[in-house]
């Protein structure tokens, strides 16, 4: 019985060469693409994959969101976080919404196969320069190269990301499960942290820091 995935990727092109290497070379079945979290959501709850192939940073709803949606309603579900990011923020915020594995988009073609055969097993895949870099940071924290990021608590990141990517202060809320109130709040607080006055120049921010695309 042939391994079924989806891919989740807002680009059209490294969604079919995905394709290419999974079913040509390796014999497993694409069963939908999705280009941003709703879809991929959407095509998780209809299709049942055993595997999704999950980009971070999507628009719209971005990958960990999305990741941790799927994960709580269908735990069987095994996502493989990808990503051209090796920041040590995103492969723990992606781990903590429940992801199964972490490669980066430069190494897929050699180390998918193995990501997906851990996975199925049960354990976890970071592909090895991802897990330098972690393992690096938790060994010797002052030599991690300096980022205003780090003024941010996890949860500050988590909503910087979902406000440059489009969300309302209402449906961030409801995706956080807090009041428009506190979201409103810790905004302000991500801005003032950051010393950015306003959406446009936050927007730039999150881009050059990795937190989100175009």
């Known amino acids: 019985m042939s391994i079924k995935i989806i891919l989740a990727d807002d680009h059209a092109l490294m969604r079919s060469g995905l394709r290419t290497l999974l079913v040509n070379e390796l014999g497993m079945e694409v069963v939908g693409e999705a280009g941003n979290g709703e879809e991929t959501i959407r095509l998780a709850r209809q299709l049942a994959p055993d595997i999704v192939i999950m980009d971070i940073t999507m628009p719209g709803l971005d990958g960990i969101e999305a990741t941790r949606q799927i994960v709580t309603e269908m735990p069987s579900v095994r996502v493989i976080a990808l990503s051209m990011h090796a920041n040590k923020l995103f492969v723990e915020d992606i781990f903590k919404a429940g992801a199964s594995g972490y490669l980066l988009k430069a190494c897929a073609s050699l180390e998918l196969e193995a990501a997906i055969?851990?996975?199925l097993k049960g354990e976890v895949y970071i592909c090895p320069k991802i897990a330098g870099v972690v393992v690096g940071a938790r060994e010797n924290p002052d030599?991690?190269?300096p980022s205003s990021l780090n003024?941010?608590?996890a949860k500050e990141c988590e909503v910087l990301r979902l406000v440059v990517s489009g969300k309302s202060t209402k449906e961030i809320a409801q995706l956080l499960d807090k009041s428009p109130q506190t979201v409103d709040a810790s905004r302000r607080q991500i801005m003032q942290k950051l010393g950015i006055d306003n959406l446009a120049d936050l927007?730039?921010?999150?881009?050059?820091?990795?937190?989100?695309?175009?």
């Open 203 to 214: 927007v730039k921010y999150a881009i050059r820091e990795g937190l989100t695309t175009l």
């Open 151 to 153: 003024l941010l608590t």
């Open 117 to 119: 055969q851990t996975v």
């Open 143 to 145: 030599s991690t190269i």
